[in-house]
């Protein structure tokens, strides 16, 4: 897979509004889901919040996580207080999988605009979007990703990981800060009606 729509997700593309605008919807959407439609908990906010806005300057911080839906991104953000009222240009890149996110044109913009990077499932460590990845690390940005590589909703331990999180923490030019972030519920959240949500409300942790 070659680059989709890389000029998308430029921070000066447009001047900046679609990504502001993309990002503020999401943001709303994320806290109605996470606050309104379902009740959520969040154990150790500070931390990431202070990573977010506090690290050293040129740090980049990578964020892992299990996942257990398909909107994982954005919703589980919406339960923590504040960090989605931040500076868009804090908002977390994700990498995201192409052929559920970037089926078409119109996906494709949204979904760049909204930072996140395509990811070929099987596609090895070294495709050419995770030099994309690589440089965002080096601008010392945020970067999220889910290194189980795809949906997994039993409530075990996490399975087995895929190497891709590894690779981009031991190619990255500057050392990263690691935060793992563990998620329980979303497999039973509660979406609005137009998302053809669940029946019953599920509690995030």
């Known amino acids: 897979m070659g680059k989709i729509m890389e000029w998308a ?16 919807a999401v943001s709303a959407f994320a806290k109605a889901v996470a606050n309104l439609c379902n009740k959520s908990s969040v154990h150790n906010a500070d931390t990431l919040m202070n990573l977010v806005q506090s690290r050293p300057p040129g740090v980049p911080l990578i964020t892992v996580s299990n996942h257990m839906s398909t909107l994982d991104d954005p919703v589980m ?6 960090l989605l009222s931040l500076d868009p240009e804090l908002a977390r890149w994700v990498l995201a999988a192409e052929d559920i996110c970037f089926r078409n044109p119109i996906f494709s913009y949204i979904f760049r605009t909204g930072k996140c990077i395509p990811i070929t499932r099987g596609g090895g460590i070294y495709q050419e979007n995770m030099n994309e990845a690589l440089q965002r690390l080096k601008d010392g940005s945020w970067l999220h990703t889910f290194p189980e590589g795809k949906v997994f909703q039993d409530d075990v331990p996490i399975r087995r990981l895929k190497w891709g999180t590894a690779s981009l923490i031991a190619r990255s030019p500057v050392t990263p800060i690691v935060l793992p972030i563990i998620h329980r519920g979303f497999e039973e959240v509660t979406y609005p009606h137009c998302c053809n949500g669940l029946d019953d409300a599920g509690e995030l942790q």
């Open 9 to 24: 997700a430029r921070s000066d593309h447009l001047g900046g509004i679609p990504r502001n605008t993309v990002i503020m």
């Open 77 to 82: 953000w919406g339960a923590f207080k504040g």
